[in-house]
Nanobody, 111 residues
Framework: VQLQASGGGLVQAGGSLRLSCAASRSVSAMNWCRQAPGKQRELVASITAGGTTNYADSVKDRFTVSRDNAKNTVYLQMNSLKPEDTALYLC?????????WGQGTLVTVSS
């Protein structure tokens, strides 16, 4: 399974970005994680094939994860961005109980 993430960029605090991650085939759970310099990788949001979602407390009520199963794509709508959201955002997908990772897309939030 190959994953291609896109949509990152530079945005001012309070702004919004929409990330996309396209999988090369149909997969089950899809997740967004992030890794900031000097910090551990953090699970940000996840969504099952059936649409059940879960979020880290730090992004609840600001981020929304969704997916288009016809396009094998997961999205992360990020609103009210904060400088502490600055990180490399990586998507992963589960296929036959194995996790596959994309290359990530960089999000930088300026204060």
């Amino acid at each position: 399974v190959q994953l291609q993430a896109s949509g990152g960029g530079l945005v001012q605090a309070g702004g919004s970005l929409r990330l996309s991650c396209a999988a090369s085939r149909s997969v089950s759970a899809m997740n967004w994680c992030r890794q900031a310099p000097g910090k551990q990788r953090e699970l940000v949001a996840s969504i099952t094939a059936g649409g059940t979602t879960n979020y880290a407390d730090s992004v609840k009520d600001r981020f929304t994860v969704s997916r288009d199963n016809a396009k094998n794509t997961v999205y992360l709508q990020m609103n009210s961005l904060k400088p502490e959201d600055t990180a490399l955002y990586l998507c992963n997908a589960v296929f036959f109980f194995r996790a596959y990772w994309g290359q990530g897309t960089l999000v930088t939030v300026s204060s």
